[in-house]
Structures are given as structure tokens and as C-alpha cells.
Nanobody
Framework: QVQVVESGGGLVQAGGSLRLSCAASGSGFLLNSGAWYRRTAENARELVASILRLGSTSYADSVKNRFTISRENENNTLYLQMRSLRPEDRAVYYC????????????????WGQGTQVTVSS
């Protein structure tokens, strides 16, 4: 069984920073790539950032130059460093990790985190 645990959300003032973490463990999991999504109170879902196996990244226009996605392969962990936060960044942030367990070598499967709330006060 693979466990994916997110952490790092919370309440911050506008202009502040938060770092989200998303760690996978169990069943010999190996991280291939990953991404962060967010869902707003209006139930809109947005792909915030993604990172591919070789490290290339992409960002939504709304977070470019403010958010940074990164990874630690040895710990199967994905990060999202968020700076200059704005009230409109308020959402539940979900990570998705693409990887494989011992039984899944040769293919890549998605594993979702449980979500973490980010609230930005104005």
C-alpha cells in the first residue's frame, strides 16, 4: 500500500509564504513526476504546477514567478513553495504523484494526496 501525506497548509496573511509537502511511502514507491492542483471555494479546479521526471516544470499563469514546484527523489516527496500569497490563492491544494510500486515497475500510476487547506487573509 502506498500512503501519500500532504502537509504545510494553513492561514497566512497576504504577501506571506507557505511550503506544501507531499510524501509517498510504502510498497517500494518510486516517484516519476508530480503536480499540484487546487480547488477553490467556488469548486473551480486548477492545475497549479507540474514537474516531469527529468525536472522540467510548468506553472499556471496565475502563480508564475510566485510558486515553485520541486521534488526530492530519495524521499519521494513533492514540494510547492508559495510566495507573495494573495487572497485568491485560497483553496484546497492537492498533490498527485505519478510513480510505481514494486509490483508496478515498468508503468506509472497516479497517487493523490488528501488535500490541504490554504487560506490567505487580506
Amino acid at each position: 500500500q502506498v500512503q501519500v501525506v500532504e502537509s504545510g497548509g494553513g492561514l497566512v496573511q497576504a504577501g506571506g509564504s507557505l511550503r506544501l509537502s507531499c510524501a509517498a511511502s510504502g510498497s517500494g514507491f518510486l516517484l516519476n513526476s508530480g503536480a499540484w492542483y487546487r480547488r477553490t471555494a467556488e469548486n473551480a479546479r486548477e492545475l497549479v504546477a507540474s514537474i516531469l521526471r527529468l525536472g522540467s516544470t510548468s506553472y499556471a499563469d496565475s502563480v508564475k514567478n510566485r510558486f515553485t514546484i520541486s521534488r526530492e527523489n530519495e524521499n519521494n516527496t513533492l514540494y510547492l513553495q508559495m510566495r507573495s500569497l494573495r487572497p485568491e490563492d485560497r483553496a484546497v491544494y492537492y498533490c498527485i504523484l505519478y510513480g510505481s510500486t514494486w509490483q508496478e515497475r515498468g508503468s506509472v500510476h497516479p497517487y493523490w494526496g488528501q488535500g490541504t487547506q490554504v487560506t490567505v487573509s487580506s
